[in-house]
T-cell receptor
Framework: GAVVSQHPSRVICKSGTSVKIECRSLDFQATTMFWYRQFPKKSLMLMATSNEGSKATYEQGVEKDKFLINHASLTLSTLTVTSAHPEDSSFYIC???????????FGPGTRLTVT | DAKTTQPNSMESNEEEPVHLPCNHSTISGTDYIHWYRQLPSQGPEYVIHGLTSNVNNRMASLAIAEDRKSSTLILHRATLRDAAVYYCILRAPNAGNMLTFGGGTRLMVKP
């Protein structure tokens, strides 16, 4: 089946630094990818929709200057958490939309810890 | 977004069938019913989806009520590896294909 990968799987960074998370669709092209964050024991919250070749669409309350999204190719989207703070510590999950079968595939997630 | 309502948690015995209910009384005529599950510390995994007719695949069956206001995910023989949070989601075509996750049902499987 279709596979979506994320890198890194976990990262620890110091407060004030930036972290980039990559999301790749390995065997299909995805014009649209989505970024979610998930706090412990909570459900996934959509942060933004990433469209190949155009600007991302952010959900209400998500700062676009803090969470930079780039979708430069049909198989790669990146999320950069800029000037990270401890409250940004969370589980970040991406998904890729496969248009030929109306299914959405999720990556394994990236656990970010900001110290 | 059309909302879904699921029980917070359910318990099952290993190797017994499990019926996970979902209410979606505000579903529109074009909304697909999708089910995903999430194992601990992993991303969600697609389980099954349907529109009007019941659906079967290697993972589960989906029974959709005739009025489409509810559906049931059926795991025919629960295993310990089926312990996860199961999300029932309505997906509108041509609406950005985004998925809105509710609280889901935490399924616990007892040996």
């Amino acid at each position: 089946g279709a596979v979506v990968s994320q890198h890194p799987s976990r990262v620890i960074c110091k407060s004030g630094t930036s972290v980039k998370i990559e999301c790749r669709s390995l065997d299909f092209q995805a014009t649209t990818m989505f970024w979610y964050r998930q706090f412990p024991k909570k459900s996934l919250m959509l942060m933004a929709t990433s469209n190949e070749g155009s600007k991302a669409t952010y959900e209400q309350g998500v700062e676009k200057d803090k969470f930079l999204i780039n979708h430069a190719s049909l198989t790669l989207s990146t999320l950069t958490v800029t000037s990270a703070h401890p409250e940004d510590s969370s589980f970040y999950i991406c998904s890729a939309d496969r248009t030929d079968n109306n299914e959405q595939y999720f990556g394994p997630g990236t656990r970010l810890t900001v110290t | 977004d059309a909302k879904t309502t699921q029980p917070n948690s359910m318990e099952s015995n290993e190797e017994e069938p499990v019926h996970l209910p979902c209410n979606h009384s505000t579903i529109s005529g074009t909304d697909y019913i999708h089910w995903y599950r999430q194992l601990p510390s992993q991303g969600p995994e697609y389980v099954i989806h349907g529109l009007t007719s019941n659906v079967n695949n290697r993972m589960a069956s989906l029974a959709i009520a005739e009025d489409r206001k509810s559906s049931t995910l059926i795991l025919h023989r629960a295993t310990l590896r089926d312990a996860a949070v199961y999300y029932c989601i309505l997906r509108a075509p041509n609406a950005g294909n985004m998925l809105t996750f509710g609280g889901g049902t935490r399924l616990m499987v007892k040996p």
